[in-house]
């Protein structure tokens, strides 16, 4: 069964180090997401995309998040600037016309 | 504000019993829900969606029920089995196929 890969599974920066999370959506997906979730709470929406541009992205996604398409297989999030309370679950979704969102397993992202 | 959110953190039931999850929304031109498994460690899973010209719809075990009267959602899950035992997230679909999530049910099956 296809499904959306994430690397790493952890990972522990040092504050105001950049972060690169990566995934591999599935294959002919078109549509592409990322969320998060702060340990204990709700999953939160952050950005949206389809054919090669945000097509949303929420308060959270703030200038210090990017993300990116580079190669028509993976999509990474960036952020520039690590802080504390960027701490979280950050997970990868990816979707096809008509069909529901398929999440990753996630990277937790540890801030130090 | 707009929000999606559920009326009990934890929900505990015998194997073998019924469960049922809720969830109120606020948002009444929601159209499209959608009811997520989480298990720990792993990403939410789909479990069922429904759009708002039903009230009900059945899958495997699962049946979502919709109340667009009084703005509520709920899952229930027949012959509780172990492998349930996760958190129950509701989400709504907003413009640009946002989903906005509850704050999760933590279902626990006692044998």
């Known amino acids: 069964e296809p499904e959306v890969t994430q690397t790493p599974s952890h990972q522990v920066t040092q504050m105001g180090q950049e972060v690169i999370l990566r995934c591999v959506p599935i294959?002919?997906?078109?549509?592409f997401y990322w969320y998060r979730q702060i340990l204990g709470q709700k999953v939160e929406f952050l950005v949206s995309f389809y054919n090669n541009e945000i097509s949303e992205k929420s308060e959270i996604f703030d200038d210090q998040f990017s993300v990116e398409r580079p190669d028509g297989s993976n999509f990474t999030l960036k952020i520039r600037s690590t802080k504390l309370e960027d701490s979280a679950m950050y997970f990868c979704?990816?979707?096809?016309?008509?069909?529901?969102?398929?999440f990753g397993q996630g990277t937790r992202l540890t801030v130090v | 504000g707009e929000s999606v959110g559920l009326h009990l953190p934890t929900l505990s039931v015998q194997e073998g019993d019924n469960s049922i999850i809720n969830c109120a929304y606020s948002n009444s031109a929601s159209d499209y829900f959608i009811w997520y498994k989480q298990e720990s460690g792993k990403g939410p899973q789909f479990i069922i969606d429904i759009r708002s010209n039903m009230d009900k719809r059945q899958g495997q075990r699962v049946t979502v029920l919709l109340n667009k009267t009084v703005k509520h959602l709920s899952l229930q899950i027949a012959a509780t089995q172990p492998g349930d035992s996760a958190v129950y997230f509701c989400?709504?679909?907003?413009?640009?196929?946002?989903?906005?999530f509850g704050g999760g049910t933590r279902l626990m099956v006692k044998p």
């Open positions: 989400a709504e679909m907003n413009a640009g196929n946002m989903l906005t």
């Open positions: 294959s002919n997906h078109l549509y």
């Open positions: 979704a990816s979707e096809a016309e008509n069909t529901e969102a398929f």
